[in-house]
């Protein structure tokens, strides 16, 4: 590659997960700090960051694309942007992707970004690099401290994976669960809310599985480090998210009962409502151990939100195994959820099983499960209509006088002042719904909640 004078502006697009959307902001702050600017909506950017996902098919094919609308444009703006790719792909498939595009001139893994100052250094002189190494967690220690954040702002507190679901990739491009120390999370927080947090949602692969040792020397898992976190007063609001259901113990279901700041909201992924299929996912629940996990946090918090994911056209699904899904779904009656087709992903022992679903089947099983949980996803927006909550204001709605916030329950709420008056981003504001549509709802501001 030619030397090239140093960037002035970036971009970072980050797909995937929120992890990855946590990461993204830490490379964002990172180039900051050496003086570049993010670049404004509509420009080229000099460096463009490819923070990328590797979960479904199509990542690499996407990547790739990126990379030559990125080259094309440059070109035609009389230069081309220097480009890092990122995040899951990268650690995947680094080789190829350098192979493969010589635009390309750093490619780093999730877990070695904070070298990119240094890849960017070679880069700028002709020099193309790859760091794909996985040293657990040296990458927070080396991270800035953040300036400003929104609001609702993300915490990475535990990475990676070892449950080894047979279609998944993450355990390969994340490497094994590490859980992040517990005075450094305290301190991250503090510092999150010092920089304008109200609201942190503790982020994990597979959160719930967080341990660690409190200032006491105690060990405590994520309920400890929850009431922990709940003790800094300007900190309003507690989330957490991805759990797997074999790691949720009865501190954190109590924890749903006894911290007012932890949010009455549950991302639980179930993936199946069949006992073959879960099995043949190395998933270590079943249907009904599933169910009655959910039935103890109703338990502890009688209004909590549910929310899960789906995997329809696992290899060798049935259509009675599938329905099973579907009576699943009538049961819980979640609040939201997300939901795909299966995608074989190289190296993961489900890719190579007998009786790959035909996409037709697949199509059409999505289609039926959407359908349900959109439903269900009304249901439950309908049943809030009429009802006071708190709604934290995350940003201005596209209307004069409208702002855009979220419920407890992780709602979407449209509102406006009774007298069309303004709000600050980052309050927490009493607000009663009003009309439920599938994604949103309408609200109207009673009060400014005393802080
Ligand atoms: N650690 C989290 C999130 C994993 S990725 C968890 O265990 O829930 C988010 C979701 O993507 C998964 O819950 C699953 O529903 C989906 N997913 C993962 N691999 C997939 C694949 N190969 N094909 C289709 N969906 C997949
Ligand atoms: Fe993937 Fe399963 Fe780990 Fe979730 S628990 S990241 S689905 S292997
Ligand atoms: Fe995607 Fe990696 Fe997250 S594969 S879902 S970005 S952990």
Known sequence: MKPTTSPKTYRVKSFGCQMNVYD????????????????????????????????????????????????KAGRAAGKEPLIAVAGCVAQAEGEEIMARAPAVSMVVGPQ?????????????????????DMPAIAKFAALPERRRVAPAAFLTVQEGCDK??????????????????????????KRLVDAGAKEITLLGQNV???????????????????????????????????????????????????????????????????????KAMNRSHTADSYLKLLDRFRAARPDIALSGDFIVGFPGETEAEFEET???????????????????????PAATMADQIPPEAMDERLQRLQSALNRDQLAFNRASEGRTCQVLVERKGKLPGQWLGKSPWLQSVWF????????????????????AGPNSLAGTLREDVEA
């Open 326 to 348: 579907l009576a699943l779904v009538d049961t819980v009656g979640y609040a939201q959820a997300f939901s795909f087709k299966y995608s074989p992903r190289p190296g993961t």
């Open 24 to 71: 993204g902001e830490r490379m964002a702050e990172m180039l900051a700090e050496r003086g570049i600017t993010q670049a404004p909506e509509g420009e080229e950017a000099d460096l463009v960051v490819l923070n990328t996902c590797h979960i479904r098919e199509k990542a690499a094919e996407k990547v790739y694309s990126d990379i030559g609308r990125l080259t």
């Open 164 to 189: 080894f679901c047979t279609y998944c990739v993450v355990p390969y491009t994340r490497g094994a669960e590490i859980s992040r120390p517990f005075a450094d999370l305290v301190e991250e927080a």
């Open 112 to 132: 070695a970004y904070h070298r990119l100052p240094e890849m960017l250094d070679r880069a700028v002189k002709g020099e193309r690099a790859t760091d794909t």
């Open 208 to 278: 719930s599985a967080w341990s660690g040792e409190d200032e006491k020397g105690h060990r405590q898992g994520l309920d400890g480090l929850i009431r922990r976190l709940a003790t800094i007063s300007d900190l309003r609001r507690i989330r957490y998210t991805t759990s797997h259901p074999a790691d949720m113990d009865e501190g954190l279901i109590a924890a749903h009962g006894e911290v007012d700041k932890l949010m009455p909201f549950l991302h639980l992924p179930v993936q199946s409502g069949s006992d073959r299929v879960l």
């Open 416 to 435: 406006a002042r009774e007298d069309g008056g303004d709000c600050a981003i980052g309050d927490l504001v009493e607000v009663t719904l009003g009309e």
